[in-house]
């Protein structure tokens, strides 16, 4: 199948304590297979809800989210727990490494109780080196750097090859300059490996340098620097 990702009419909506807030409006986006695309906007612009609309994290109150031909909208949670494993990576704001365990393991941890045609050590041994820690392997977090930890988890979120990685304020707890190594290296993971990635951000000076950028403002999509919405 192909892998581009066609978001119609994206709608989410939360209740409670009998007021309904509008998170997304209407959303309607294509993202092309392999491209790089950054998301901006204040905090309650609906980034970070879209994000995880498209990752399949969270059901929309409305609309669907097709990758290629596949409509997601009747998958049970299953079905949704095995595409995001075959098709998409994330990475978060936070480091979400489990403190116990070394740089290695945690790279090989969304693999623990997935049958793989690949030796998992050796492949997380690779995107270590990759990531620039092949010195770190047998590490634990609490030893590394902030930079470092989030190295860990672009490596963890490319495990098993994902089309997509999607980059939650992915530089948000980094300085400026730690910031700019992790956004340089997934451009070019991206470049090298082919996968799209969608990266959301408040940072301007990075977000320019994406082949494409979204802007959103409560809850819609107010500009698009790339390829039109539908």
């Given at each position: ?51 995880s ?29 095995d ?26 941890a969304?693999?623990?109780?997935r ?14 080196e ?44 980094l300085?400026?300059e ?35 950028m ?17």
């Amino acid at each position: 199948m192909t892998h581009t990702i066609k978001c119609i009419r994206l709608h989410k909506e939360f209740k409670g304590d009998g007021v309904n807030t509008i998170a997304l409006n209407q959303v309607n986006l294509e993202f092309k297979e392999g491209e790089f695309v950054s998301i901006v906007g204040s905090s309650g612009s609906g980034k970070s809800t879209f994000l995880s609309l498209v990752g399949t994290l969270d059901k929309p109150s409305g609309g669907t989210v097709h990758y290629g031909k596949l409509d997601l909208k009747g998958f049970n949670s299953k079905e949704l727990a095995d595409f995001r494993f075959e098709n998409i990576g994330f990475v978060f704001q936070q480091y979400h490494l489990l403190p116990t365990l070394t740089a290695l393991e945690n790279v090989m941890a969304p693999l623990l109780s997935r049958k793989v045609s690949y030796d998992k050590k050796e492949r997380a041994k690779q995107l270590l080196e990759e990531v620039g820690l092949g010195d770190k392997m047998n590490s634990l977090p609490s030893q590394l750097s902030g930079g470092q930890q989030q190295r860990v988890a672009v490596a963890r979120a490319l495990i098993h090859e994902p089309h997509w990685l999607l980059a939650d304020e992915p530089t948000g707890n980094l300085d400026t300059e730690t910031g700019e190594m992790i956004f340089d290296l997934l451009l070019r993971l991206n470049k090298e490996k082919g996968c799209g990635v969608i990266f959301v951000t408040h940072e301007s000076a990075l977000a320019v340098r994406a082949d494409r950028m979204i802007e959103m403002k409560d809850g819609s999509v107010i500009r698009d620097t790339g390829v039109s919405g539908l």
